[in-house]
């Protein structure tokens, strides 16, 4: 049950459940063709990168999601700097070879880091944490994976705004978004870099900062993949010692009463105004118990018991509590199994409303009701919200491309799944899409509606939905931006690095 309950761990959770035996007799290998050109590219490679490079017969890579895992690269491969990056980008694009290129690894669709068929480049090896202006800033590998970057920062009790499982890359996390437990004080990850070192197509090694090239700065904060493959983020240190977390259950007979709490925490000015607060809802359906689970992570950016700012929610009476005080290190979610789970994650956000998380709870329900005898199935609702001080921080330092047009806080919902065999996939999709179409409905219904959709927790059923989701005026912004770094078009569905959600 505590297992359950940890951040985000439903999507860890399933893999202990047992599942992994049925799956390693269900799963089958996804094999592509392998051109020439990148035959020619892996094998230039193989003879410039030594034990840097892997073909797949003799590689024991493994990688988050199990349908991730069953992709077949002509090779992998681990640039060690900046300047490795610009000499395989070099090579690949001479043979005009796809490929995809790994963070931590955590997206959910085959190709989006682990290459079909072309040259996977994994940046893994470039993880280092380097604190800078006596520790107001750090220089963060692109590779790095979150615990690596809060335990080298706790070094000098100092972090980040990282998120909420260790495993997890900053790479596609902070190019996307990047939401924290530090987001009410300090905004999102992508709103708290002050430079990027990228390397553009063409192999050129250049830096992205507010004054030097604001453009591509701009792009680079929710732009995704489409711009550059980012070798370095310098980015926001700040002095934090051990925060508070509090994990609860309520029973069924409780809902209303959290429900109308919780909405008062994200809603209220006084209660979202104090800037340590974050809280995170969760609807799971645990099919052990063939129940659905109301919970919540509270989280106080210090080292106090009960905060007051959770007094009123803590008058409910819960079913468990597991309450601790640690760094973000121990905090976080970091063992993670890889490579023998599948995946699902699909999202929407919406104005704040009461009666839309009664309504959404509902939905889930009725719609997961269907799959309930999926193998292995652990389906979450998670909602938490985009406070106001988060959105007001996008506008700091030429603001950011997500095209978040409103002061008021925003609920970011996250459809999560994990589940075990391939021959589910459909069902699982089905249910999410269903999920997600009555929500939005529900949303235009009650007029809270939005248009934002967080491409890091976007299905693959919604890419060409996301970046619509930043408005036409960002898109187009945007377009001019990726033609003029990018001309021949490398980094779009037309060229080499198609995987993910891709502007063009
Ligand atoms: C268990 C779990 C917990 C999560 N928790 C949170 C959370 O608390 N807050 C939150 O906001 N999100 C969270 N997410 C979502 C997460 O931000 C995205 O899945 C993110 O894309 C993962 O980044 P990655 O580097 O691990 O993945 P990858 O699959 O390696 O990368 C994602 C995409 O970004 C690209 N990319 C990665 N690194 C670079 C780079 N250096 N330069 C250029 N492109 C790059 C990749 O090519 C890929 O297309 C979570 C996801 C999971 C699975
Ligand atoms: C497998 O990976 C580990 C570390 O991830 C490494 O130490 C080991 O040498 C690898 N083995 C092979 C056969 O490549
Ligand atoms: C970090 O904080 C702890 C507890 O306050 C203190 O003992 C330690 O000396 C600090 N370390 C550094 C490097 O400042
Ligand atoms: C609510 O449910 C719990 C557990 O299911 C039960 O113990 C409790 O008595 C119920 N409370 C009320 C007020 O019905
Ligand atoms: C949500 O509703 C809006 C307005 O009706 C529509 O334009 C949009 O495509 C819908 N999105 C989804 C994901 O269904
Ligand atoms: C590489 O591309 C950038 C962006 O378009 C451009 O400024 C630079 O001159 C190019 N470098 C070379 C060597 O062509």
Redesign the pocket.
Known sequence: MGRILAPLACLVASASAGANSLLKHDSFSTVHSVSTGCRQACSELSSSFGPAFHWPQNDNFTIWDAKQQEVHPACRVEPSSANDVASILRILVDHWCYFSVKGGGHSRNPGDSNSLGGVTVDLDRLSSVDILEGGTQARVGGGATTIQVYEALE???LSFVGGRVGSVGVGGFILGGGTSPFSNKYGWSLDNVYEYEVVLANGTITIASETNNPDLYFALRGGGNNFGIVTTFTVRAFPQ?PLFTSMTTYAANQSNQVLEKVYDLWTDEQLASDKAMGYDLYYTYISESDEFTLSGTQRYGKAVRSPSVFRSIDRIPTLSRSTSIGPMSQVVDGTDSMGTTRHLFATLSVAPSRSLLSKGLKIFEEEVEGIKGVAGLIPNFICYPLQKNAIAAMAQRGGNALGIDREDPLIIILISTAWSKKSDDVAVNQMTANVVKRLNATANDLGVANRYKYINYASAAQTSAIFPGYGNKNVERLVSIQKAVDPRGIFTSKGLWRGFVKLL
């Open positions: 070094t000098q009790n010692g």
